[in-house]
C-alpha cells in the first residue's frame, strides 16, 4: 500500500491475505463505524454443532492503526437493529463493541496489531507454510524493515483440537501472536494467545468479576516459551531467563550445544528449532517450514534477513527478533520462515 492509503486499502490487502491463507472466503461483516474508521469479522467456525464452536474476530481499522477483539455466541450482521455488533452477554461473549474499541499502546478495549503512518508505504506479509497450508503468520511492516508488528495467526478452521476441549462449555481464543525477546544473557521466543473471555476455556475463570479491558485484551499469556541459555562465565543467573534475580521464567530450553562450556561439541551446535508445541488448543505442532533460532556470534539481525543453512537449498527468513546487548555469550532470538 502506497503511502496516502486509506484504512480500506488496509482492509483489504488484509482480506486478500486471509483468503489465500484459507481462513475464509469473505468478510462475515463489513461496515463504516464513522469517518475514517471502519470495521471487518472473520468468522471461523471450529465445530458448528457447538454453543461456542465459532469465533468472530472483528478488526478496527482507521488510518492510524489496526486491532482485533474477540467474540463468541454469534454477530448480528441484519436488520432490525442492533446492527453489526456480536450477540450474548458483555464480558461472557464480547468485551466492546466495535463502535468502542480505541486503538492505541493502552489495549484496553482490543488488541492492537500495528500501529502506522499514512505517510509512507505499508507492507502486509503473509507466510503460509508449503508442509501444512492451515498455518499462515502475518507481519505489517512500514519504511522497508524498520517498523514491524509482532508475527500474528489464527487458528485454522480445520486444525485439529485437542479432545478435552470442550465447545458447547465454552470457546477458544485463536489469535496467536509471537514475541522475541531477550532477558540477560538468554534470548526468548514466546506464542502468545490474546484475547480473552470469561467463555474463554481455561484462562475465562480468571476474569470472574472483571471488568478491566486489559484483562480482556493485554494480558498476553505465554502458552509456550523456549530460550537459549547465554553463556557468560560470570554466573549461571545471567544466562538463564528471569524477571530479576533468581526468578525463573517457565520456558523450554533449545538444544544449543557451545564449545566454550563443553568442549565435546568440537564447534558450536545452534540449530533450527521447528515441529515445537505452540499453541494451547491443538496438538498440532508448528509447520516444519517455521522454526525458532538462537544466534550467538552475531546481535544485528534485521526483518527479513535470510540465515543459509545451505544455499539455494535451506534457507530461512526472519519474521522476528530480539538482539541481545551482549555478542558471543548472549543469545539473540528469531522466528523465521524457511523460504527454499
Not at 66 to 71: K, T
Not at 213 to 231: E, R
Amino acid at each position: 500500500m502506497t503511502a496516502g492509503f486509506t484504512s480500506a486499502s488496509v482492509a483489504n490487502a488484509l482480506r486478500s491475505a486471509l483468503i489465500d491463507a484459507g481462513l475464509m472466503a469473505e468478510w462475515f461483516d463489513s461496515f463504516a463505524i464513522s469517518g475514517d474508521r471502519i470495521c471487518r469479522v472473520l468468522q471461523i467456525v471450529h465445530d458448528p454443532t457447538k454453543t461456542y464452536g465459532t469465533c468472530f474476530y472483528y478488526f478496527i481499522v482507521e488510518n492510524g492503526g489496526i486491532a482485533v477483539a474477540l467474540a463468541t455466541n454469534g454477530w448480528d450482521a441484519t436488520a432490525p437493529a442492533p446492527i453489526n455488533v456480536p450477540t450474548g452477554t458483555q464480558y461472557l461473549d464480547w468485551h466492546t463493541l466495535p463502535a468502542s474499541c480505541s486503538i492505541g499502546p493502552s489495549q484496553l478495549s482490543c488488541t492492537t496489531l500495528f500501529n502506522y503512518s499514512t505517510t509512507s508505504n505499508l507492507v502486509l506479509d503473509r507466510f503460509t507454510s508449503g508442509s501444512d497450508t492451515k498455518q499462515s503468520w502475518f507481519v505489517f511492516r512500514q519504511t522497508s524493515t524498520v517498523t514491524r508488528s509482532r508475527p500474528f495467526t489464527f487458528l485454522h478452521k480445520d486444525m485439529a483440537l485437542h479432545s478435552w476441549i470442550d465447545l458447547s462449555k465454552g470457546c477458544i481464543s485463536g489469535l496467536t501472536r509471537l514475541t522475541a525477546a531477550t532477558s540477560d544473557r538468554a534470548g526468548l521466543v514466546n506464542f502468545q494467545i490474546d484475547e480473552n473471555l470469561r467463555r474463554c476455556l481455561s484462562v475465562g475463570p480468571a476474569l470472574q468479576g472483571s471488568t478491566s479491558g486489559s484483562n480482556y485484551h493485554a494480558q498476553q499469556y505465554n502458552a509456550y516459551s523456549y530460550f537459549g541459555a547465554g553463556s557468560s562465565a560470570s554466573g549461571a543467573n545471567v544466562n538463564f531467563p528471569n524477571w530479576g534475580g533468581s526468578n525463573k521464567i517457565a520456558a523450554t530450553p533449545l538444544p544449543v550445544g557451545r564449545n566454550a562450556a563443553n568442549p565435546a561439541y568440537t564447534s558450536d551446535y545452534v540449530p533450527v528449532c521447528s515441529n515445537i508445541p505452540w499453541n494451547l488448543w491443538t496438538p498440532t505442532r508448528l509447520a516444519d517450514d517455521f522454526g525458532v533460532y538462537m544466534r550467538y556470534d552475531s546481535n544485528d539481525i534485521a526483518l527479513g534477513d535470510r540465515f543459509v543453512v545451505q544455499a539455494a537449498t535451506n534457507e530461512w527468513q526472519v519474521l522476528d527478533f530480539a538482539n541481545n546487548a551482549v555478542l558471543n555469550d548472549g543469545a539473540s532470538a528469531s522466528f523465521l520462515a524457511r523460504i527454499i
